[in-house]
């Protein structure tokens, strides 16, 4: 398989040095991709990344991750408006740790084969080289003219950011140069890949190799992800969506994918997957017949979902979300964690009643009208019961007296009242 054949009819190539694609073809090589440890999950912007990574495993060479943990000290100017804040080692350490599982989903790090993928971190390089090392190793061979060149030094210098650029931020093209000479140097490593926003930060990497050790480096980038209506990717209201469960559950994860447009989900499968092109042009043309099934939406929110977390949780996502838009039956809902149930349930009206007070078991009818005032009157409530018209955590509520005990409470904590299709109300014991 040809590496740059793949990324490209994926859309995934940005620029690309010449005569990459050249040695690729005439020896198994070595890249990295960096990434920034500031969090102890990645989300899914860093997804376009590592899955470059994956399917340069797959095409035979060696991926490499590098965990920014003293770049991460310092902070990339690249695509920013604001300095950012600075972590400690021990927070360094425990990002990488973590980030390292997750990746561990993408890419083989455990098995004999030559093109294993490792995983690096600059900071234990970094460490213990003094600032006069670093300015006789490093400094001398890059102009201050080289450096003020590039795009990422220019918005920051030119007005785009309220606080200029810090000199911190300007040495860090030089880092992530250095890093690039260090694992050239000591890893044979030949490639470096990263978003387009990386280009200049890459390429003094190759200019510092060849004007050190007079070696040829060479550079790949993707595209920045975006969505068709110019919105920024990844990014909801309530922030990013992230790889590790604590953050974003399952079921908000597989929401995420499901619910993109007709055109990001054409987009989005290429990238974000590992399907072949002669099964995604298939899913396409299927998808053009009959958009409104979202064929290429539930393809892509099942891949990607069993890639992230598992199968076991793409099943419960898919059967959540019959919770709310199918048929699904009251045994499908007591299995829910609350965590699941409280994201299906985002946004629907919430009732708060006292725990204590349902020990002694209430009437449905006082229960819904007085203490969790679902229904206006007791009235309405009746004739809606007689009508087959609400259901008590999705079963059918037969009698309108009928009594309420803590017993009923699903996860020990809620009552779910549906009246007629769509409307739901949670009612919470506490």
């Known amino acids: 398989m040809n590496f740059v054949e793949e990324l490209t009819?994926?859309?995934?190539?940005?620029?690309?040095?010449?005569?990459?694609?050249?040695?690729?073809?005439?020896?198994?090589?070595?890249?990295?991709?960096?990434?920034?440890?500031?969090?102890?999950?990645?989300h899914i912007g860093h997804l376009c990344g590592i899955m470059m990574l994956r399917h340069f495993q797959r095409c035979g060479h060696k991926p490499m991750a590098l965990i920014g943990g003293a770049t991460g000290m310092i902070g990339d100017p690249s695509g920013k408006s604001a300095e950012r804040n600075l972590l400690d080692e021990a927070t360094l350490r425990h990002n990488q740790e973590c980030i390292k599982n997750q990746l561990a989903k993408f890419l083989d790090f455990?098995?004999?084969?030559?093109?294993?993928?490792?995983?690096?971190?600059?900071?234990?390089?970094?460490?213990?080289?003094?600032?006069?090392d670093f300015a006789r190793e490093v400094g001398k061979h890059i102009t201050v003219n080289y450096m003020m060149a590039k795009d990422s030094v220019q918005k920051r210098l030119n007005g785009e950011a309220r606080d200029g650029l810090s000199f911190t931020e300007f040495t860090y093209q030089l880092l992530q140069g250095y890093d690039f000479l260090h694992l050239y140097e000591t890893k044979g490593c030949k490639l470096q890949m990263g978003g387009s926003d990386q280009w200049g930060n890459i390429t003094t990497g190759t200019e510092l190799i060849r004007r050190t050790v007079g070696g040829e480096a060479f550079a790949l980038t993707c595209p920045l992800i975006t969505k068709a209506d110019g919105g920024k990717f990844g990014k909801t209201e309530s922030g990013n969506i992230w790889l590790d469960p604590k953050y974003t559950s399952p079921y908000k994860f597989y929401q995420f994918w499901l619910n993109v447009s007709d055109e990001d989900a054409a987009k989005y499968i290429k990238i974000f997957t590992s399907i072949g092109k002669e099964e995604i042009d298939a899913l396409v043309e299927e998808h053009s017949q009959a958009p409104h099934l979202r064929i290429l939406q539930k393809r892509l929110a099942k891949e990607v979902t069993i890639m992230v977390h598992s199968e076991e949780d793409y099943n419960a996502a898919v059967e959540a979300s019959g919770i709310l838009f199918g048929n699904s039956t009251s045994d499908a809902l007591k299995k829910l964690d609350e965590d699941t149930l409280l994201a299906v349930f985002e946004g629907v009206p919430q009732f708060e009643i006292s725990?204590?007070?349902?020990?002694?078991?209430?009437?449905?009818?006082?229960?819904?009208?007085?203490?969790?005032?679902?229904f206006a009157s007791k009235g309405e409530m009746r004739k809606l019961v007689q009508g087959g018209g609400i259901s008590l955590n999705k079963e059918k509520l037969t009698a309108f007296d009928k009594e309420v005990t803590a017993a009923d409470l699903l996860d020990n904590k809620f009552l779910l009242v549906q009246k007629g299709k769509k409307n739901y109300y949670l009612v919470i014991a506490k």
Request: charged residues 25%; glycine residues 6%; without cysteine.
């Open 9 to 42: 009819w994926r859309g995934m190539v940005h620029t690309m040095m010449p005569g990459t694609e050249e040695i690729l073809s005439k020896e198994q090589v070595t890249a990295y991709v960096g990434i920034d440890p500031t969090a102890d999950s990645l």
């Open 110 to 132: 455990e098995s004999d084969i030559p093109n294993k993928a490792e995983l690096v971190n600059n900071y234990d390089w970094m460490k213990d080289f003094t600032f006069l």
């Open 355 to 374: 725990r204590e007070f349902l020990s002694q078991g209430v009437k449905a009818v006082d229960l819904f009208v007085d203490n969790a005032p679902i």
